[in-house]
């Protein structure tokens, strides 16, 4: 099974040939290859070739926002019984296929991660017409139903046709989705258990990472990463009921609000609890909160109140239950 997402290269072209033919990417790039008829490593030479065959068409490479190559990715499964060599035979095949053979590209097979992928980049210029390759509205899905067929005939799972669409879902998303299962639906499930076994963010924390998910804070947002793939999610990706607040809330057990202060306002630490001068009362009123209803990004901490309970004392020593 292969998904194929479309880019659109508008500048830097040599550059973008580099990255797709990096040797480290590429097994020395043994995987890499061009039609243009020069040096795979010598990617100002190729990048001139795309450049001179777009002179051809109207306006040239120097028209604004002229498309210089269009980058395509063919990602395949991990699950799918591919070799790297197979992958950049059947990425032959495929770009052969969609561009009729009448357009000058490179190709590049990926090995740095855990599902081998392909890197194309065509040049737009047509060298049979001297036109400019346009892409449309139905061009992604034709050339996802290509790819479709040159998987089956390989012996490789193909996309449920529902998923298809002008703009490519994620990657994962769709590899899981064509299997039955949804990576937000297999990353709710550990954080839904780790915050039924925690009381307070440090012990959610531990009890998260025991269940392979990392989490951080940055600013408001939480980042989940699944530590057996390295992928990395925000607290968007999984639904409101995951962020910050919401995570808080479940380990109180009750509706919470937030509160924030900088390290200067704090008046008192100790192992458990966090005394803070309220802003405004010249540190009349103090509010004493309980560590693990507390969450630290750099120096800046953010106090999580159930909002039945909270109240300030008005003296130094007073604090919140």
């Known amino acids: 099974m292969a998904v194929v997402k479309i880019r659109k290269v508008k500048a830097t072209l040599a550059k973008s040939i580099a990255y797709v033919t990096d040797p480290a990417k590429t097994d020395g790039q043994r995987l890499a290859s061009t039609t243009t ?21 109207k306006g040239g490479s120097a028209r604004k926002g002229a498309v ?39 190709i590049a097979t990926h090995t740095d991660r ?31 139903q290509a790819s479709d067929r040159l998987c089956e ?12 669409g002008r703009v490519s879902p994620d990657l994962a998303q769709l590899y899981a989705s064509a299997r039955g299962e949804n990576a937000k639906d297999r990353l ?19 009890e998260l990472e025991q269940r392979g998910v990392r989490v951080t804070v940055r600013g408001r947002r939480l980042t989940y990463t699944v530590l057996a793939s390295g992928m990395r999610f925000s607290d968007r990706r999984p639904g409101v009921a995951y962020n910050m607040l919401a995570v808080m ?17 704090m008046a008192r630490r100790t192992r458990t609890a966090v005394t803070v001068r309220v802003p405004g009362t010249r540190g009349r009123l103090r509010l004493t909160i309980p560590v693990e209803r507390m969450i630290r990004d750099g120096q800046v901490w953010r106090a999580y109140r159930p909002t039945a309970r909270a109240r300030c004392s008005p003296t130094p020593g007073g604090g919140m239950p």
């Not at 490593?41 to 068409?57: G, H, K, P, R, V």
């Not at 395509?72 to 052969?96: K, M, Y």
């Not at 709710?188 to 531990?206: K, L, N, T, V, Y």
């Not at 809330?249 to 306002?265: N, P």
């Open 153 to 164: 005939e390989n012996g490789l799972k193909v996309i449920d046709p529902t998923l298809g």
């Open 37 to 57: 008829g020069h040096d795979i490593a010598d990617c100002d030479a190729i990048a001139a070739a795309f450049l001179n065959n777009l002179e051809s068409t």
């Open 249 to 265: 809330g479940k380990l109180e057990r009750r509706v919470v609000h937030e509160i924030s202060f900088h390290d200067s306002l």
């Open 188 to 206: 709710r499930a550990p954080i839904d258990q780790a915050c039924m076994a925690s009381r307070g963010f440090d012990a959610f924390r531990r």
């Open 114 to 144: 855990a599902h081998v992928h392909n890197h194309i980049l065509i040049c737009p210029a047509d060298l049979t017409t001297g036109r400019a390759m346009r892409l449309t509205k139905g061009t992604l899905g034709r050339w996802r």
């Open 68 to 106: 210089l190559a269009l980058h395509v990715i063919q990602s395949f499964d991990p699950d799918d019984p591919i070799t790297p060599e197979q992958a950049h035979s059947l990425g032959e095949r495929f770009v052969q296929e969609i561009t009729a053979g009448r357009h000058d590209y490179v």
